[in-house]
């Protein structure tokens, strides 16, 4: 339990330590944008934070599918809880996209463009995983249906991408891009900034885990005191 | 020389955080009319389930036929007839229909001579082709339990087979127990109402909390005592 | 596969016997293209680029409507265990129904398809190779629908989250390409010039069909 809660604390303080790096690196270290001005410093957490939703993603898939090889239940809630956070995540990634895009590409969002459309889909159906969960009882049953829903919603994101180049061909580009490159400067803090949402997230991830864990220690006594009653 | 059908060791089962069956031994012979009494609660319905390999049980080793319930689950189920509360019948086919879909499930053979058959057994050949919509209660569980034996099994289980039958139903069903007993099938049957099951077992046993507490008695008023006292205890612990 | 076949005969038979769903169903494709039509008598569209989002749409939501209660009407009915305790694969039982279905579905998608072109005066596109993409994108509908109804018959408030489920999954794959394929289809295009997409909704038929039948018996066992 210490050691546990050491590696707990060492995951807090590498994480608080690197974001506040982070936003010190992204809104005074790194030099504004030639093309875009100071609203490309959005794209250190945009960036961040959709990398830390594509993992969450992934290891909820990862999760359900050791599940469905083991039924352990520990494998169904690490899904579960990685799912949320990476919704949540996703939110962030999504949002913040869109400000920026509105600044640079004049619209808040391309339909065209791959990746914002990819990170679409995976919002709708991590959105409707929860939404599996919620609705079902806790248990066997719900482990099971949720792990399969997660793996077609992860076989889905391939499809869709071929999908995509399909439909794109058919709807012309509206807007070109113009990025530029990047400056040494601004890679160092973008990798800061990914580092920092990484540790945030297995903070995260654990602090869900714990609670998941202490719920269904408080469900086991209240069984027992039953039982003692009984 | 008793020829084991079923046993069960140290069976627990929990939905959740609600331990349904606790550590539950049972051993069912070949000719058995194995009677089961439990109030409301006890965990019947998931011992079937769990017994007839439709729920798999947390832990604890079931064996059918001599073979593990987990590892030959469909050679299992073929040898088993299940009637529940529910009747597995579709009310938009007939009789017959409903018969011929479960015996193409079932594989089995002589399809139209096997239905005819036990259609009139249950006496229900003249109404082979209405819907089981327009069945009565006490009509569609005969169906029902004809569905249960269509496949010849050799171990029915049957679920509260009394509730909703009227007494002559009742009469029609126990009968129709003791003659396939004849034929050497064996029965394990679960209900609550002492005075209905009572008579045709030649074995018996009490659930409650999800054990098995008390097994073979074959006084019936000595049986209905110790049944109404666990009756009395049980709801007194839910107070 | 005698198995598959029984559910598939017992699973046309219920549905003819008891339209109810399919008059539904009908009903439902008409009203919505009858909207269409109504909406589009005001505004002046061209109706040759907007017949292929006419026609999926409308394809969409009658299929979604029947496919609700494959598995919610055993459970209601209190027949699902007695499918599950059979001595049959539960692949047997995403077959038979698949197949039903997809009969069922594709009945009413050409009902929906005669009544568009009675409404809707547009010029008549290559048939072959319509009814080509019709045919693929519904194997694939029929077949993750199946699937993701099985998961939906065990949630409460099954009716909306069938759509839920279904929506993000279907809407990016099959519902995509076969809305682009046939708006080519419908500019003009025949069979050969619309290849790639039918590849592409061929690989997705494969997908789905197998995830059901490979993942199905996971859905269903207790």
């Excluded at chain 1, 794109?168 to 800061?192: K, N, R, Y």
């Excluded at chain 2, 030959?72 to 019948?89: C, P, Q, W, Y």
């Excluded at chain 2, 229900?124 to 005969?142: C, E, I, N, P, T």
């Excluded at chain 3, 790639?196 to 997908?207: A, N, W």
Aim: aromatic share 12%; glycine share 6%; charged share 20%.
């Amino acid at each position: 339990m210490a050691l546990k809660n050491k590696i707990e604390i060492m995951i807090l303080g590498i994480a608080a330590l690197l974001t506040f790096i982070g936003i010190y690196l992204a809104f005074l270290y790194a030099p504004t944008h030639v093309a875009m001005g100071d609203v490309q410093r959005i794209f250190y957490f945009h960036v961040a934070s959709a990398w830390v939703s594509y993992l969450a993603f992934g290891i909820t898939l990862i999760g359900s599918l050791l599940y469905l090889k083991t039924k352990t239940m520990k494998w169904d809630m690490l899904a579960h809880a990685s799912a949320e956070i990476g919704v949540v995540f996703c939110t962030v990634a999504i949002i913040t996209g869109a400000l920026w895009a509105k600044d640079v590409w004049g619209t808040f969002w391309r339909w065209e463009d791959m990746k914002l459309f990819m990170t679409l889909v995976l919002w709708l159906i991590f959105v409707a995983y929860l939404a599996l969960r919620a609705n079902s009882l806790p248990g066997k049953k719900r482990a099971n249906i949720s792990a399969v829903f997660g793996i077609i919603g992860f076989l889905c994101v391939p499809l869709s991408f071929a999908a995509n180049r399909i439909w794109s061909h058919f709807h012309p580009t509206v807007i070109a891009t113009s990025e530029g490159s990047l400056q040494d400067s601004m890679v160092l803090t973008l990798v800061v900034a990914v580092f920092a949402f990484t540790f945030v997230y297995l903070f995260l991830l654990k602090l869900k885990i714990n609670l998941e864990n202490m719920r269904e220690n408080i469900e086991e006594i209240k069984q027992q005191i039953g039982d003692m009653n009984g | 020389m008793t020829h084991e059908i079923l046993s069960a060791r140290s069976i627990t089962k929990s939905f959740g955080h609600d331990r349904v069956l606790r550590e539950l031994d049972l051993t069912i012979n070949k000719g058995d009319i194995y009677v089961l009494f439990g109030s409301n609660g006890a965990g019947k319905t998931t011992l079937m389930k769990v017994l007839s390999t439709l729920h798999p049980a947390d832990s604890g080793e079931i064996m059918l036929f001599g073979m593990k319930s987990e590892e030959n689950v469909r050679d299992i189920r073929a040898k088993i007839g299940f009637m529940s509360h529910e009747t597995f019948l579709y009310d938009d086919l007939s009789a017959w229909e409903n018969l011929n879909f479960y015996a193409d499930l079932y594989s089995v053979h002589n399809k139209k001579k096997r239905i005819k058959e036990i259609l009139k057994m249950v006496g229900l050949y003249h109404r082979s082709h209405d819907k089981v919509r327009s069945f009565s209660r006490g009509m569609a569980q005969r169906l029902s339990l004809a569905r249960a034996v269509l496949h010849d099994p050799e171990l029915i289980f049957l679920d509260e087979p009394y509730s909703g039958l009227d007494l002559r139903a009742q009469e029609v069903l126990n009968n129709l127990v003791i003659e396939l007993n004849k034929k050497g099938k064996t029965f394990f049957i679960i209900t609550h109402d002492i005075e209905k099951g009572f008579d045709i077992s030649n074995r018996n046993g009490i659930l409650s909390n999800g054990t098995i507490v008390i097994d073979k008695e074959l006084d019936k008023a000595n049986f209905s005592e110790k049944y109404n006292e666990i009756l009395r205890r049980e709801a007194d612990e839910r107070n | 596969m005698n198995a598959t076949k029984a559910i598939f005969l017992k699973e046309l038979r219920i549905e003819f016997r008891n339209k109810q769903t399919i008059i539904f169903a009908l009903i439902l494709s008409l009203m919505i293209l009858a909207s269409f039509r109504f909406a589009f008598s005001f505004i002046d569209f061209s109706l040759t680029e907007l017949a292929s989002p006419i026609i999926w749409v409308t394809f969409f939501f009658s299929g979604m409507f029947s496919l609700a209660p494959v598995y919610k009407k055993e459970v209601e009915q209190g027949t699902r265990d007695g499918l599950l305790l059979a001595p049959i694969s539960p692949a047997s039982i995403f077959l038979g129904k698949f197949l039903a279905n997809f009969l069922v579905i594709l009945g009413l998608e050409l009902f929906s398809l005669s009544l568009f072109f009675v409404f809707f005066p547009v010029p008549t596109p290559d048939m072959v190779a319509l009814l080509t993409i019709i045919i693929l994108g519904t194997i694939g509908f029929a077949a993750l629908g199946n699937l993701i109804s099985a998961i939906s018959s065990n949630l409460s408030q099954s009716e909306i989250m069938l759509p839920v489920l279904l929506v993000p999954i279907l809407l990016f794959t099959i519902v995509m390409t076969s809305v682009s394929s046939t708006s080519e289809i419908f500019l003009g295009a025949n069979l050969n010039e619309i290849f790639e997409s039918i590849k592409l909704i061929l690989v997705f038929d494969i997908v789905f069909l197998a995830s059901g039948y490979l993942l199905i018996d996971y859905v269903l066992e207790d």
